[in-house]
């Protein structure tokens, strides 16, 4: 039997989850979360082998949580069920640790195949990432700017994009001021940008942001 949790904003959402996979005698939901850290909570206090969970959350978002998941449940299956496309995220999260990514637009039977390989404690990667994991090896040096920050870089630059102050990041992320500070500096070196508002141009252009 394949315990899930699934965290996802929207109520619809979590209950179609929910009947989709009450239709397969091997798999069982022990647990639902609508926030980062109601999923955080859900993994401190229930058993389960695989996390499917959206990234768009209001608060703490999927990013947010997935590196405080990896850090309380290292074993832990984590599926990203996302409605951003595969090229915006996909490559970013496995590398952060997820275990595996799918775009919400996929087939049903696919979310089912991933959630049996990542139970497995294996990454499972759809054909679309597999065709990124490769292109990025052949394009290394034409890498969006964004591609290049660290995991608490993408995680800070996401929230200033977003319109978030240095003081909230902080509070957010478990962190003082000046290191977030610190890392909005370096962020910004790295993208070759000067303002906040140069970095919201450039998440809502690459679709990073809605």
Known sequence: ???IGIVDDHAVVRSGL???FSTF???RVVGEAATGREAIDMVRTTDMDVLVMDLSMPGQSGIDALAMVRAKAPQLGVLILSGYPEEHYAVNLIRQGASGYLNKECEPEEIANAIRTVALGRRYISASVAELLAG???RKDSEPPHKHLSEREF???LKLAKGESV???GEALSLSVKT???Y???LMEKMNLSTNSDLTYYAIKTQLID
């Open 1 to 3: 039997m394949i315990k």
């Open 18 to 20: 929910k009947a989709f």
């Open 25 to 27: 005698v091997d798999f």
């Open 136 to 138: 990025q090896l052949e």
């Open 155 to 157: 995680q800070v630059f």
């Open 167 to 169: 003081g909230s990041i």
């Open 180 to 182: 977030i500070s610190t």
């Open 184 to 186: 909005r500096t370096r």
